[in-house]
């Protein structure tokens, strides 16, 4: 585990390396000493996920010391990155799920779907790194690897301990050849590779550690070659869920390797009967993982086989000793301890929702604790989605957030923030869910205390989500009313943070068209309009005050009849001149009448009405052409001739396809006594 000391440094070493900001050779008499390895290792996990002001990797070779190689999930990969790692020593390589397109292109090696990776491993790796190569591993599910790659990888790394081969699709000649030539493996993974026998293992005279997760095995026979590892020590056998054929083929062999002490036998379903075959046949067993696993009676197990310790998801204090396991036994390396906390913190999501969780204040509280252990090492979106159901439930009755304390719910609230900013960079369906839980929790005032030190983030998140038009209407809204909350208890500095590279405002008239909006969901949008216009009044100048100030106007006069509906509009027209301080315009002025509603601005706010209903069918106007609008509809109108008002005249005087459209709308709904209601 990497200290905070040396994350900090690495964090300053690569925003110079963004910046090109090393010394060049010709402005320094002796070459600069490379930094410390701890430092090069972190930097291999970031530097490659984004391309823009990307440095010189060749220039930045000479610089770094880098052992370990870890490049995962990058967005490209081609011949300069392999330059970078080309002139290290390194002693680990890991590889996964890397768009290996561009690099094949490259080097000319992508032919009828089949993949050189000895031709590019020379472009990665020099020759002395080949005999120090100690951990290699390539993960991948959509590449098909040429020819004898088993047999030519063998001889590239001589030397190599430790193989991972996880998701790469094997078959059994490939795996004959791979056991005839790594004679000093001592940790194997063949997880999920398609391989249906793992006969001929035994040549691996110095295995330790072997995962066939996720493999099909049809036969005992398949499994034989297993209990004659004499170094075995852990074995991995997780993945079955409810196909029992695996483990009853194992237990059928009757057999256990003679120094077997670890098995994990997570996530498939298996009986206690089995469990006890199991305890009986393996002597050495001292620890045995079932996260996830379907058993039919547990019963007193742990009581009967007291040497063993099993980690199991049974109830919550197992759930809780199954955390610690995964995230700080630090001897076992898990490549699939994402995949065990997600089993994990499903569990103690069911187990929050159904009836036989006990509600008490110690078992709520320590959830909580061992919830944030796991979020603090997981790194899938999945598991993280079980997490904040964990929060929501927990967090959602007002009765529950009274057990925690202050601290407690600043620590919520920043797992919370950190599940959110996962979900935000994520574009898979589960993040939608995610962001709707988060700000869900995140809006309740018992968790977010007003001077919450992370409020300022959770506003400018809560922005960014109001102007994703792709995410859903509900999410969108729950983030306004947070921002509608909060926004009185922003500082200044937090306030031009929040309002700063996206007109907020904009998306926010947008979201005003939406017809689907609840009576709450509008108050919180116009409120949040209204406070952004009194916060930006005072920065402002004169002549963007004065559209402020009309804005606000116009906001007043809708709000005031927001909740009514067409027919209730309607019927009050006739009474609408009895309403007190409603707003109206005359002559490109706002005013307001103590004791009345004038005929222009009826309807004005009919208008509204109108282009919200017309919006609502796909046609989208500008506030500056509804302006325009509403001026012109007015005018015709209200009809400032001489003559007697009435809306057959009006359709004589209009040119516009949109006031024509307009009238004749109104005089479908209007009664008719209404139509022609004489002079101004």
């Not at 396991?325 to 994990?344: A, G, N, P, T, V």
């Not at 609840?518 to 409120?527: A, G, K, N, Q, R």
Request: aromatic letters at 10%.
């Amino acid at each position: 585990m990497i200290s905070t000391l040396q994350q900090m440094c690495g964090n300053a070493v690569q925003k110079r390396i963004l910046k090109h900001d090393f010394p060049t050779r010709d402005n320094t008499p002796n070459y600069p000493l490379k930094l410390p390895s701890d430092f090069g290792n972190l930097i291999t996990k970031f530097m490659f996920r984004c391309n823009k002001n990307r440095p010189n990797f060749n220039e930045l070779a000479d610089y770094l010391k880098i052992t370990d190689a870890y490049i995962d999930a990058v967005r490209s990969f081609d011949i300069e990155h392999c330059g970078l790692f080309f002139k290290q020593e390194l002693t680990c390589l890991k590889i996964t799920f890397v768009p290996w397109e561009k690099l094949a292109e490259e080097c000319k090696q992508l032919k009828m779907n089949r993949f050189d990776l000895i031709f590019v491993l020379r472009k990665l790796v020099n020759s002395r790194a080949r005999h120090t190569m100690q951990t290699f591993c390539l993960s991948d599910t959509k590449i098909n690897l040429a020819g004898d790659w088993a047999k030519y990888l063998g001889n590239f790394f001589p030397l190599l301990t430790t193989l991972d081969l996880a998701f790469i699709k094997i078959n059994q000649y490939e795996f004959q050849q791979m056991c005839a030539v790594f004679k000093n493996l001592k940790r194997l993974s063949l997880r999920r590779n398609g391989i249906t026998s793992v006969n001929g293992v035994s040549k691996l005279k110095q295995l330790e550690v072997l995962d066939v997760s996720e493999c099909a095995f049809s036969q005992k026979e398949d499994l034989s070659d297993i209990f004659d590892l004499e170094q075995l020590n852990v074995l991995k056998f997780t993945g079955a869920y409810y196909d029992l054929r695996n483990i009853e083929l194992y237990v059928d062999n009757n057999r256990s390797a003679p120094k077997l002490a670890y098995i994990d036998f997570s996530s498939n379903a298996i009986t206690r009967n089995t469990i006890e075959k199991i305890v009986k046949t393996h002597p050495r067993l001292q620890t045995f993982l079932l996260i996830g696993c379907v058993i039919d009676d547990i019963g007193n197990i742990e009581e009967v086989y007291k040497h063993i310790k099993f980690y199991l998801t049974t109830s919550l204090s197992h759930c809780f000793e199954s955390i610690d396991f995964c995230c700080f036994k630090k001897e076992i390396d898990f490549s699939d301890m994402d995949d065990k906390l997600k089993d994990i913190l499903e569990d103690i999501d069911n187990m929050l929702h159904f009836k036989y969780y006990e509600q008490s204040t110690e078992n709520i509280v320590k959830s909580v604790e061992y919830i944030c252990k796991a979020n603090s090492v997981v790194k899938t979106l999945t598991a993280n989605r079980f997490l904040t159901n964990c929060f929501y439930t927990l967090c959602l009755k007002p009765t529950r957030c009274q057990l925690f304390n202050h601290h407690q719910k600043q620590m919520i609230v920043h797992d919370l923030v950190v599940a959110h900013e996962r979900a935000m960079r994520c574009i898979e369906p589960d993040g939608k869910d995610i962001l709707y839980r988060v700000w869900s929790v995140l809006i309740l005032e018992d968790v977010v205390e007003s001077n919450c030190k992370y409020l300022g983030h959770v506003c400018r998140c809560a922005r960014e989500i109001i102007a994703n038009a792709e995410l859903d209407l509900k999410c969108r809204i729950c983030a306004i009313t947070v921002l509608a909350i909060f926004i009185d208890k922003l500082k200044p500095t937090f306030f031009k943070i929040v309002t700063s590279g996206i007109s907020l405002e904009e998306h926010l008239y947008r979201l005003l068209e939406v017809s689907s909006l609840t009576h709450l969901e509008y108050t919180y949008v116009s409120l949040l309009i209204r406070k952004l216009h009194q916060l930006n009044t005072s920065t402002c100048n004169k002549e963007k005050r004065n559209i402020v100030k009309k804005y606000m106007i116009w906001m007043d006069v809708f709000e005031e009849y927001r909740d009514l509906t067409m027919d209730s509009l309607i019927a009050i027209l006739p009474s609408l001149g009895k309403r007190p301080r409603v707003y109206f315009r005359e002559k490109d002025e706002w005013c307001a009448t103590g004791n009345k509603m004038t005929k222009h601005s009826a309807i004005s706010l009919l208008v509204h009405f109108f282009l919200i209903k017309m919006n609502a069918k796909g046609l989208f106007l500008k506030r500056k052409r509804i302006r325009q609008l509403i001026d012109e509809i007015c005018r015709v109108m209200i009809n400032l001739d001489p003559e007697p008002f009435s809306f057959e005249n009006a359709l004589t005087k209009s040119n516009s396809e949109v006031v024509t459209q307009f009238i004749r709308w109104v005089m479908t709904i209007l009664p008719r006594n209404l139509q022609n209601p004489g002079p101004k």
